[in-house]
Structures are given as C-alpha cells and as structure tokens.
C-alpha cells in the first residue's frame, strides 16, 4: 500500500514563494523516481518536476519553472519537496505528488494541493 500525501499549498501574490511536500508511506523501496505535476483548470495534468531516486539521480524541470522551482528529496523522511520562487498567476494550478515504479510500469499520485498565485 503506497501513500503519497501533500502539503504546503496555498493563496500566495505574484512574485511569492511556496514550498509543497509530499511524505510517502507503504512500498517506497518500489519507487524509482518522485516528482511534482500539475493541472490547472481546463488543461491536461503535466510535469512540473521529476527526481529520480538513484544515488547521483537526475532533474528534469519543465521549461516554465526552470530557474524558479527547485526539487529536493530527503531519504531519512522519505519525502520529496518543491520550492517555488518568483510565482505567477499562471502557475495557479491543483499540483499533485507522483511516484513512479519503472520496473512494473506503476505510477502512484497524491490527493492533490491547490497553489494559487494572484496578480
């Protein structure tokens, strides 16, 4: 059983910073790589950010946040975060907590935290 639960959004002005968390419970050993997405209303869900977890593992940012959001992962709690400076309106968006299990081709998702960014 494999629980990934958010934390850390909010309602934040134009220019502001928000840092999301997600703590994952169950199976973590499964997980080759966690990362951050999100859906804003009317559009499809896509990547924000993505770790993987091997030692020396890579980043990839989508090209809206590169410069802007950085994510990061603590072993000991196994929790991935994501901070987020410099925020924009359309950065306003439901971002959801993935985990993804290569091997068996599994992908695990958060609740879902709501960010929303006011010009």
């Known amino acids: 059983q494999v629980q990934l639960v958010e934390s850390g959004g909010g309602l934040v002005q134009a220019g502001g910073s928000l840092r999301l968390s997600c703590a994952a419970s169950?199976?973590?050993?499964?997980?080759?790589?966690m990362g951050w997405y999100r859906q804003a209303p009317g559009k499809q869900r896509e990547l924000v950010a993505l770790?993987?977890?091997?030692?020396?593992?890579?980043?990839n940012y989508a090209d809206s946040v590169k410069g802007r959001f950085t994510i990061s992962r603590d072993y000991a709690r196994n929790t991935v975060y994501l901070q987020m400076n410099s925020l924009k309106p359309e950065d306003t968006a439901v971002y959801y907590c993935n985990a993804q299990d290569f091997e068996l081709g599994t992908t695990y998702w958060g609740q879902g935290t709501q960010v929303t960014v006011s010009s």
């Open positions: 169950g199976s973590t050993f499964l997980f080759n790589a």
């Open positions: 770790i993987s977890l091997s030692r020396g593992g890579s980043i």
